[in-house]
């Protein structure tokens, strides 16, 4: 990357009336060039998304329209053939309950592994942490026989709780980290005024959770949302298919309609943008300021 | 109100190390003992196994007669402030204070009551509103207290309460945990390394070495008859002067030689310390700072025997003025008078000459000055003395 931006750079580089060093043009011009390398897929899914049908075709790929055109969103979005409507419904009956779930699992799990700890804590977290390991096609046919013989709920029921599994490993991680941090005196104190564990867990260790919530919610968003192996073999039912899934058959068999597949994926990407953005902001610190002494 | 009984408590870690051993201690209803040493000796681990926070690996502790070893902490009705005060950040004062009673389910008009109630106990009525992050020090020291208090338990337990405020602050609220403690008549049991804060708070002061007790007394009794060198060495500040010496029989009864200096014994020290089966022998002789006085204003020596002295170096306190000198006697060192002093005097006084670094106490506005030589006066009825091999005091 280095080497290709060298050669790139004069001319990417403006002349500016700035005293900049040298060091610091070639800083800022590889940096400019590595952010147009990860931007360009983008630009050729937004302009290509704003195609009509007949101009989206992969040798124009890099032009603007010539007819700027909702046409291919609409399809997406709610298009007889196409439409992602349902299958965002689907992602959210997904993904909120497994966020939800996982985190808080990972929460308990972290509060008991490093502040409430019992004997063998280390040797459960070690094992905890194998399943982090463990490849989502290892478990494909182990998992789908336990579904048939516990005769687990199928479709999403299913997918909400393979996720909520496989989910478990890094949000214990994360907030088991995150709980070391927290004063031992503070878990102490409480159980000098006679707070059991879960008592404990709820009034001390919770209220002051929440940037390790924010940032487990946002990591099992995000994953969760974009996975598409789990969904594609555990889940039959295309009505109950998430958005991952049915945005790999908007490719249809015959004709592949370049603007509506570019729309499709933008939208479908959407939530996990906007969740980091919304979330992002709350990203707390110095919460536990005044814990010790000051 | 309950007294607490440690029948041999020991604590052994994981890695088989004895915090503490066999500690045997009493400490009467409504009493404030200091558990007073160095960091490690074990006083934090005596007082969280007191507290339940950590297990008994030996003996039996009781609390109000009962033996509770195996009970849970919050079943034996204690309660405990910390060094770093532990305060729940997310709370306001008030929620701090009320925590433990909104736990045992108390009526919210009991607990509001109460909470009034501790809060001017402890001035703290203004900032009850507050969240931790907006109080200063002191002001988090006092809210510690006031968790602890509010529940008006059998035991306090304190942990260095005072060790993350600055000096002045600390004077203040020694006296304010003292009186409270005094007040309420609750049964406390302190923890500081502070000697300080031993001497001026506790009815009785436990000084403790590598987790084992080294006495137990009131303050008085602990700085006047202190057991062995560890003890000598680490509670008085500055702390006594200790050098080897060798008890003889003089015409007029015994003498001990330091140095050059061959001082007379008084027959009552002598008769108590039994130096009559030590004629001969070397023993560590101690004197306290405050035994060792220059002259007065006008010049004239105090009474007591005169030991002649150059002066190495000269702190002026203001209220008090110490005077650094070199006894060419031997000095006493030992393990147990390095731990007790961190180091101790030969760093302070800078040794010049080969011999001991001595300390005495002259008038405030003396005049001494670094070289001056003068007669320093000892009071030999204060004299100390203890055994070189086992480091008892003698006659003990």
Sequence with gaps: MSTASATVEPRVRRPRRRRATGAQVLKYAALLFAALVVLLPVYVLLVASFKTGAEAEPSRAWALPDVWSLDAWRQAWNGEQYGLLPFLE??????IPATLISTFLGSL???????WRFPGADLVFLFL?????????AVMIPLTQIFIDVDFPEGI????????????????LIFRSYYATIPEDLIEAARMDRAGMLRTYWSVVLPVSAPAFVVTAIWQFTSI????LFAVFIVDDPEQWPVTVALNNTTGSFVTPYNVQMAAALIASLPTLVVYILLGRYFMRGLMAGALKG | MADIRLDGIGKRFPNGFWAVRDLSLTIDEAELLVLVGPSGCGKTTALRMVAGLEDISAGDLYIGGRRVNDVLERDRDIAMVFQNYALYPHMTVAQNIAFSLRLSKRPRKEIRERVEETARLLGLEELLDRRPKQLSGGQKQRVAMGRAIIRKPQVFLMDEPLSNLDAQLRVHMRGEIEALQKRLGVTTVYVTHDQVEAMTMGDRVAVLRAGELQQVDTPTNVYDRPVNLFVAGFIGSPPMNLARGTVERGEEGVLVRLGSATLPVPAEIARVR???????RETIVGIRPENLQGPSADGRPAGGFQLPATIDRVEALGSSLLAFFTLDAPPATSAAIAEATGGGLQEVALITREGTPFCATF????AVRVGDR????LDTHRLHFFDPESESALGT
Excluded: C
């Design chain 1, 90 to 95: 689907n992602s959210f009956k997904l993904v």
């Design chain 1, 225 to 228: 949302w974009n996975d598409f």
């Design chain 1, 129 to 137: 942490l194998f399943g982090m390991f463990i490849p989502y096609q």
């Design chain 1, 157 to 172: 029921p299913r997918l909400v709780f393979a996720h909520i599994v496989y989910g478990i490993p890094i949000t214990t």
């Design chain 1, 109 to 115: 799990n972290g509060f008991v592994l490093s502040r």
């Design chain 2, 274 to 280: 039994g130096l009559d089966a030590w004629i001969g």
């Design chain 2, 374 to 377: 003068v007669d320093v006066s």
């Design chain 2, 363 to 366: 008038e405030p506005r003396s």
